[in-house]
């Protein structure tokens, strides 16, 4: 049994975890105000794998803690051509909009915010974003995931191409 769970731990060992957003909302009761919270965390590692999850809690850590374990389970791959994205993109969810586009060896991340921190954990080192729309960190990740869930490389559309 203790073989399992620490290959477990050897395949989260690498993640890394970044808390984009923390929101508090009240809720105003006959004894007072209540308070909850829920955190919007990035976890990746910037091998081409990465998600986001939000956590509700009563206190900010369980929140943290909640999503960070769903970041961890729902990691997704991301099509790259060495340290930047094959081509440009754009990704939508509701409101939020997000520009991506490749860049040069040595750009780095031109990136605000909640892009920032998906295209760092993700291991794209090299890529130009501009985040339009609204600036609600939620949606602008949901964007960003968006877009990089339409990423295909050249390889991948010539064999579209071929099969019609």
Known sequence: MAA???????????????????????????????????ALVVAGDRKGRVGYSIGKSNEVADAIRKASEGARKDMHLVQMKGDTIPHEIIGDFCGGKVKLRPASPGTGVIAGGAVRAVLELSGIRDVL??????????????????ALEQLRSREQIMALRRAE
Do not use: H, M, W, Y
């Not at 929101?23 to 009761?29: E, F, H, I, L, Q």
């Open 129 to 146: 974003a501009k985040s339009l729309g609204c600036g609600n960190p939620a949606n602008v990740t949901k964007a960003t995931f968006q």
């Open 4 to 38: 399992p769970n620490k290959q477990d731990k050897d395949e989260f060992s690498d993640i890394e975890e970044r808390v984009v957003d923390i929101n508090r909302s009240c809720k105003a009761t006959k004894g007072g105000r209540n308070f909850s919270f829920s």
